[in-house]
């Protein structure tokens, strides 16, 4: 009996986990908890406690529970500051591997954009980063921008949305800007189906790389042509700033400092996301657990 | 001591969770678990099967132990029928909504591809699909298969490769092939650098609409290029046939049946990923949890 309520509790807890982790941000009542569970209130308070340990522990965010007859609980995701740096000291070591140097003084990147171990805690790094501006959409422009916008939206649980370059898409009508790419001088175009974004919404803007900031800049306008409010901007990948750029406060994960194509060596650091990342900033909220 | 005694438990149960979710596939040694929690490998194994009780019943999928003194766990992603069939059944009625129907025949489905509840549960069936083909790569062509692509992905624990519609791409040597598209009868594009897919690699192709099934003719062309394998294709929408597929054997979540734009009604069943889910099939894994 005594085994059996044990294996019961352990059974309970697991399962709580599993369906807070498939809701990010989603609020759980407790009354709700408790009846799906057929458990005391005070039970999965005690549960909630034990998970949130666990979850502090393994470095992948909180739970918040608010108090009350109406109280619940919720999956706050995040990344502790260790698992963010060992991470983040990983990446700029893969980043800096000589064989990336690409001509034109590119660095390939494809591969890390496509693993799931290295999205996860980018997911996770994101959703810290920007836990307190409340996102509702995370909005990128095709092609290589979507892996890391998709990393945020499973971390976050909210959705994507992704522009085009072309106008050739079948989504009813759309809206299209024009916007000058700072580092490349042309014109480029984005545009997005007039149902892809709710007015008001709160837009994070996501991108691989940044080098003038022309394609965040883009971003930032398009959102405003659906009344809607950029929150946020982040980069997997930030580059020399060169000759300059025509945004600032765009948080990055890597910054790469140089790339000496001849001498085949590429110099890099964590970005600015890690620098911002204290309290007193807007980042405040990475490094809180 | 008794009640400290359960609270490990639990919070072991809880973690081993977190960390066999994080990378399905990944086959943990139980003497190594048994080190880290500082626990019995007899304990391990009595948490190991309450773990898969849990995770049957949430039908995500299940988790298989090999015995022995190398033995050792590993999450194996799935769906459970009752979960596939809740969820197909909910997408096929989003999918035939009218106001999806666009002019030219079209049905739009962005917003779909940009929901991380979906694209978490399309991720699963395609696991539990694909569970026994081994997959190493998960390839799709620009823009709207991306999604679908990292869906998969996350699921399997696999990476992604995304072929390019331009050839201008900053990424070193590419291979680039020509292929027909059989819906709009015109010769289109897709390139992929030559280091994107190993020699020998088991290549599951991935998009999100199948016409006449051009894209996944050139994707297979693509791949015999790298000399490896393509070893399943599968598509999140398939429409009507038309005038013909140039391809078999492609597995779909939703089949649209008919869009007639005049009447503005689409008419749409589950997919064939369903139709062939049984055991004597070769998508008898979907179902076996």
Redesign the interface.
Known sequence: M?KEA??R???R???????L???PGRTFSLGQLARTYGAAKSSLSE?LS??R???L??G?GTIETSPGAAGGARYVPGISRERAENFVHRLVEEVTRPERI???G?V?L??LL????I??DVGRIVAAAFASVDVD?VLTV??KG??IA?AA??AL??????A?RDGQI???SLVTINYLSASSRSIRTMSL?R??IAEGARVLLVDDFLRGGGTIRGMQELVREFRAEGVGAFVFVEGPAGSGRVVEDVASLVKVEEIDADARTIRAVPGSIFSRAWPSSPWGGLFQI
């Open positions: 005594a044990k294996l509790r352990s059974a807890l697991a399962d709580l986990a599993l369906r982790l498939e809701e549960d034990i998970l340990e666990v979850f522990r393994a992948i690409l001509p034109g590119f390939y494809s591969d496509g693993r799931p171990d999205l996860r959409v095709e092609t979507i892996p998709y939206s499973f649980g909210k959705p994507v949305v992704i085009r079948t989504e009813g189906s149902r892809a």
